[in-house]
């Protein structure tokens, strides 16, 4: 179905700078997504009729109530997306529109950059239709703002067609996803649902319950810094230490080198100096057993130095972040199964797979809302080479209007 709303409603919302910060204590982590929430998204969700249009200050989120309008449906449904954009250049982002795409090259602006087939595949799933693209120079921000905007333009189909029958709905959007702490302070008891979906998926049909499970390492390797022409038998490299740690890894579990299932561990961080040097890593895993696993190979590495040197110069410090959300959904599949139904009954064709990351629905499922993820249309997302297609974003909606009207 066409929106005529829903590609002038992206446009606005992309244009606002609203990334995060990881260097911040705040919550939200930048005023930007507290302007955007305050000042774009909250009179627009009160005029498309939305109720209780409230703002949590205790954790940055914006939430608004569509009523029932019929005693027909059994269960009270929520769709969230995050406010925040992610690490790349946000401010002046200019999109382009284009229209019936050919499958050709996509120049992006005057950049010098563009969209190739050649580079990416994906593009060949595309032709005929409308693409929303980069100028070169920015990201886009279909992660999550379309999302957001495909939620609005379902509640603003919802209330101008008060004909079609629909369960309670809720919405909420949120801060911070980019940088992994949205959804800590998410109140579940003000959001009241039986189940929810976030909608922060990528092409058409992704209907995903399983992310990884997720700790960071951060590693110290205390080193002894002495003149290097009398270092035998006294200097202590703390970056040689760093890189003995790195290499009793095992090789082949990087990024990289891992697809589906496969979980891996990932340096994204080395600094220091021969007396002090740092690594930090991030570990994943979809299953409990070998997650578990990857942390304690971690352990017994640094163990197994410091007890060759006979004393500490290897500290570990871990921390989970998030966990398998397919642990808690897998005990009632109805928001899949629905979901599921829905998709087919619109001739998409549901591609269920493990999310290789992460969404703010991995926290909240573990915090009592069952909360899988559905597809909102980016594409080689977080970067300037980040598209959408609108009539994937079209689907969303119809997918968003569907499950809310299902009637089982």
Do not use: C, W
Request: glycine residues 8%; aromatic residues 10%; negative net charge.
């Amino acid at each position: 179905m066409s929106y005529p709303n829903l590609l002038e409603r992206f446009l606005t919302y992309v244009k606002i700078n609203t990334r995060s910060d990881e260097s911040s204590q705040s919550t939200p982590s930048t005023q930007s997504q507290v302007d955007f929430a305050l000042t774009v998204l909250k009179p627009e969700m009160e005029k498309i009729g939305l109720q209780n249009v409230h703002y949590l200050e205790s954790n940055g989120y914006i939430v608004g109530t569509l009523p029932a309008n019929s005693d027909k449906f059994n269960y009270k449904i929520g769709y969230i997306s995050h406010i925040d954009t992610a690490d790349f250049n946000a401010e002046g982002i200019k999109p382009q529109i284009i229209e019936s795409y050919d499958g050709s090259e996509i120049p992006l602006g005057d950049s010098g950059f563009q969209l190739s087939p050649m580079d990416f595949p994906n593009l060949k799933n595309y032709h005929g239709q409308t693409l929303i693209t980069t100028d070169g120079t920015t990201l886009l921000g279909a992660d999550d703002k379309s999302g957001i905007a495909e939620i609005m333009t379902a509640i603003e189909y919802f209330t101008s067609h008060p004909e079609i029958e629909h369960g309670e709905i809720r919405v909420g959007f949120g801060p911070d996803e980019e940088i992994g702490v949205g959804a800590d302070k998410f109140d579940v008891d003000d959001f009241d649902v039986d189940f929810a979906y976030t909608v922060d998926g990528g092409p058409l049909g992704e209907l995903q319950f399983e992310t990884f499970s997720a700790a960071a390492a951060d590693i110290t390797f205390k080193g002894r810094n002495v003149h290097p022409g009398t270092a035998k038998n006294q200097m202590v490299n703390a970056f040689q230490l760093a890189i003995d740690f790195h290499n009793a890894l095992p090789e082949s579990d990087r990024p990289e080198l891992t697809e589906g299932y496969q979980g891996f561990y990932h340096l994204h961080g080395f600094d220091g100096t021969v007396e002090e040097a740092y690594s930090s890593y991030i570990i994943r895993d979809f299953e409990t057993e070998s997650f578990e696993a990857r942390k304690q190979l971690m352990i017994d590495i640094a163990s197994k130095m410091n007890e060759d040197f006979g004393e500490e110069r290897v500290l570990v410090s871990l921390k989970d972040q998030y966990y398998n959300m397919r642990q808690v959904i897998e005990k009632d599949m109805t928001p899949i199964n629905l979901a599921k139904e829905v998709m087919e009954n619109l001739d998409i064709k549901p591609i269920i797979e493990p999310i290789r990351g992460g969404t703010d629905g991995s926290k909240i499922s573990f915090m009592g809302i069952p909360t899988p993820n559905i597809f909102a249309g980016g594409e080689n997302m977080h970067g300037r080479f980040e598209f959408v297609s609108l009539q994937t974003m079209e689907k969303a909606v119809d997918v968003i209007i569907g499950i809310s009207s299902y009637v089982n």
